[in-house]
């Protein structure tokens, strides 16, 4: 059960395209698409904006984009804006109804 | 709109438990199934606990293995998590979410925190 891996920190300016990956193993995002994204700001509750991969819930902008390659997933956070500056979690099913958080991305709008 | 209101925590010593609890309203509780996550301070999100619409199936992370006991009340639309043995790598905020669709933890408690401290 190792925490899935993220980078530490992301940034961009303000209209900027950035991306976070989150490596897993095949034990968990090689297996399965039910990888999820969730953006949490702190001392607020964590947000989902991605599920099954690549899907949006209802009401989450569409600049927020997933997807999968192999072992890693990757969120897209496209018209970057200050509202966007966040921690930002990926979580893999991992088999037998456990699950795997990322190690978490802080991201820092320029 | 589904809400968890979560309720309990707070400080404990070393060695000592607490029961922390999540009441749900706004969607059909006993079809799904719910999880605690905790973030101890500083740190990531961390999943520990799973337990399936019925009760019948709970699932743990290794680190809470045999100390902690997931449970839910249907009749109450309330799920449970009964906290033992508590360390001072417990010390965290204890988040309840529903297992929505896709496996996805859409709807959140507000958080408690629990304090391990002699």
């Known amino acids: 059960q190792s925490a899935l891996t993220q980078p530490a920190s992301v940034s961009g300016s303000p209209g900027q395209s950035i991306t976070i990956s989150c490596t897993g193993t095949s034990s968990d995002v090689g297996t399965y698409t039910l990888v999820s994204w969730y953006q949490h700001h702190p001392g607020k509750v964590p947000k989902l904006i991605i599920y099954?991969?690549?899907k949006r819930p209802s009401g989450v902008s569409n600049r927020f984009s997933g997807s999968k390659s192999g072992n890693t997933a990757s969120l897209t956070i496209s018209g970057l804006q200050a509202e966007d500056e966040a921690d930002y979690y990926c979580?893999?099913?991992?088999?037998?109804?456990?699950?795997?958080f990322g190690t978490g991305t802080k991201v820092t709008v320029l | 709109e589904g809400q968890l209101v979560q309720s309990g925590g707070g400080l404990a010593q070393p060695g000592g438990s607490l029961r922390l609890s999540c009441a749900a309203s706004?969607?059909?509780?006993?079809?799904?199934?719910m999880t605690w996550v905790r973030q101890a301070p500083g740190k990531g999100l961390e999943w520990i606990s799973t337990?399936?619409?019925?009760?019948?199936?709970?699932f743990y992370a290794d680190s809470v293995k045999g100390r902690f006991t997931i449970s839910r009340d249907n009749s109450k639309n309330t799920l449970y998590l009964q906290v033992h043995s508590l360390r001072a790598e417990d010390t965290a905020v204890y988040y309840c979410?529903?297992?929505?669709?896709?496996?996805?933890?859409?709807?959140w408690g507000q958080g408690t925190m629990v304090t391990v401290s002699s």
């Open positions: 979410a529903d297992n929505g669709d896709y496996a996805a933890f859409e709807i």
């Open positions: 979580c893999s099913y991992a088999g037998s109804s456990t699950f795997v």
């Open positions: 706004g969607f059909t509780f006993d079809i799904y199934s």
């Open positions: 099954d991969g690549s």
């Open positions: 337990i399936s619409h019925s009760g019948g199936s709970t």
